[in-house]
T-cell receptor, first 112, second 115 residues
Framework: EDQVTQSPEALRLQEGESSSLNCSYT??????LFWYRQDPGKGPEFLFT???AGEEKEKERLKATLTKKESFLHITAPKPEDSATYLC?????????????FGQGTRLTINP | DAGVIQSPRHEVTEMGQEVTLRCKPI?????LFWYRQTMMRGLELLIY????????DSGMPEDRFSAKMPNASFSTLKIQPSEPRDSAVYFC?????????????FGDGTRLSIL
């Protein structure tokens, strides 16, 4: 069964304190791994797609990396506006399938 | 550009009542997805459509749930009769069908409370 586990469940950092969020996955075959950001009362907002081990994507203070078993979301010198829940999802490599399997998310709080 | 539009944003109703949630996908997107989010189970796919045709409804919890997509710009998720355990946030998402690994874009959800 396809499964995604994110850790930690919650993380509290001081402004400027860099850290990483983890997404471990088991899937029969990986079409893509997606990172989303979700603010309270809002829908998930797309951040990155990673397709193969070794790939990296960056956007402002965020960098996502991918191995064969896990993905990391690195946050460098975060600001209070980076506070949100970060969701990881995998898309299994099944012919014609577009479904996403989501992890439970990491709730990130950046204190000023 | 308009994103995915869902209505209503909030719905409070009594157990046994019929509930209809609505979604307008992004123009030009051919795939539409319905998700449910709860604290216990996180974000789960209920059903998705390609070109208005249901492709995978294996996540629909039971016969009380039904979804339709009568045209490319409108979809509904109906619960009849509703039960308290259906309380959750329901999200609709859409994506282009070309390149099946295109990211899904989400609406802001409908927060449903069944009393």
């Amino acid at each position: 069964e396809d499964q995604v586990t994110q850790s930690p469940e919650a993380l509290r950092l001081q402004e400027g304190e860099s850290s990483s969020l983890n997404c471990s996955y088991t899937v029969s075959g990986l079409r893509g791994l997606f990172w989303y950001r979700q603010d309270p009362g809002k829908g998930p907002e797309f951040l990155f797609t990673l397709y193969s081990a070794g790939e990296e994507k960056e956007k402002e203070r965020l960098k996502a990396t991918l191995t064969k078993k896990e993905s990391f979301l690195h946050i460098t010198a975060p600001k209070p506006e980076d506070s949100a829940t970060y969701l990881c999802a995998v898309q299994p490599l099944i012919q014609g399938a577009q479904k996403l399997v989501f992890g439970q998310g990491t709730r990130l709080t950046i204190n000023p | 550009d308009a994103g995915v539009i869902q209505s209503p944003r909030h719905e409070v109703t009594e157990m046994g009542q019929e509930v209809t949630l609505r979604c307008k996908p992004i123009s030009g997107h051919n795939s539409l997805f319905w998700y449910r989010q709860t604290m216990m189970r996180g974000l789960e796919l209920l059903i998705y459509f390609n070109n208005n045709v249901p492709i995978d409804d294996s996540g629909m919890p039971e016969d009380r749930f039904s979804a339709k997509m009568p045209n490319a710009s409108f979809s509904t998720l109906k619960i009849q009769p509703s039960e308290p355990r259906d309380s959750a946030v329901y999200f609709c998402a859409s994506s282009p069908i070309q390149g099946s690994n295109q990211p899904q874009h989400f609406g802001d959800g409908t927060r449903l409370s069944i009393l």
